[in-house]
């Protein structure tokens, strides 16, 4: 396949880059992290999407290389912005099972001089599914770092209550799928309200993905949810527009 053989060669050529899209703290009105999320330009492809690419790197393991530049990119770019600015990374179950993660954490902070507290790593509920004792150990051990880690895509896996007895996350991001129809569907908006709950009452943050209303804003606002995320504040910014964002709400 064209894609598969085009990754490599893509990442010595350069045409990787990290877009970053910010997280609204909902209390303090500001932006509290941006996410780091991965772009490919490929030379004669053009543009790929992640939701193409990202599975193919990882069924032929090259999402651990290719994860582990998106690590170093974002923490190098995050020490660049204010102190109570946060990072956050997107990690693929894959990274989980390469035994190196923790390590590679480790170094890229070291090397970027960010710390641990400004780093946040997304898991999705697939991560807890594939091999559940190792991950957690994994994660008790970035926890010690540091590290914060959030459960990304909340409530589109199969039994996601049951990882949030199995890993205390730092933050719950309730997938944008429930975000997308409140107002058009009671159901959903009574699913975040519970959420939103839930994650008060463990100790989580909650985020909602995919805000794209004022709307949508004000009934996840109305029941306390913590922080946004989506186009209705802002899409996701090459470095220097993100850069220049976080200096234009400081
Ligand atoms: O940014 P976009 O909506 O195109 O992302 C599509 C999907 O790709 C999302 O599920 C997102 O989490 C994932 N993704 C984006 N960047 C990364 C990355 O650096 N690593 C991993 N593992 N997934 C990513
Ligand atoms: O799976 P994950 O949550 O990491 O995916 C992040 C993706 O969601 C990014 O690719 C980003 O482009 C997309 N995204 C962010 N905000 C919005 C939004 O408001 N609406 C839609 N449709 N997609 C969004
Ligand atoms: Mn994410
Ligand atoms: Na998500």
Known sequence: ??????????????????????????????????EALLRWEHSEMGVISPGEFIPIAEEIGFIVPLGEWVLTEACRVAAGWPEDISVAVNLSPVQFKSQRLLETVQR????????????????????????????????????????????????????????????PFDKIKIDRSFIEDVGAQDANME??????????????????????????????RAHGCNEIQGFLFSRPLVEKDALEMIQAMA
């Open 1 to 34: 396949r064209m894609i598969e053989s085009g990754l490599k060669l893509g990442l010595t050529r350069g045409e990787f880059s990290l877009v970053f899209q910010p997280l609204m703290d909902l209390d303090k009105n500001r932006i509290s992290c941006m």
């Open 108 to 167: 890229v902070l070291r090397e970027t001089g960010l710390p641990a507290s400004r780093l946040e790593l997304e898991i999705t509920e697939s991560v807890m599914i594939s091999d559940s004792e190792q991950t957690v150990e994994v994660l008790h051990a970035l926890r010690s770092l540091g590290v914060r880690i959030s459960m990304d895509d909340f409530g589109t896996g199969y039994s996601s209550l049951s990882y949030l007895r199995s890993f």
């Open 191 to 220: 699913i975040i309200k519970a959420v939103i709950a839930l994650g008060r009452s463990l100790g989580m943050a909650t985020t909602a993905e995919g805000v794209e209303t004022e709307a949508q804003l004000d009934a996840v």
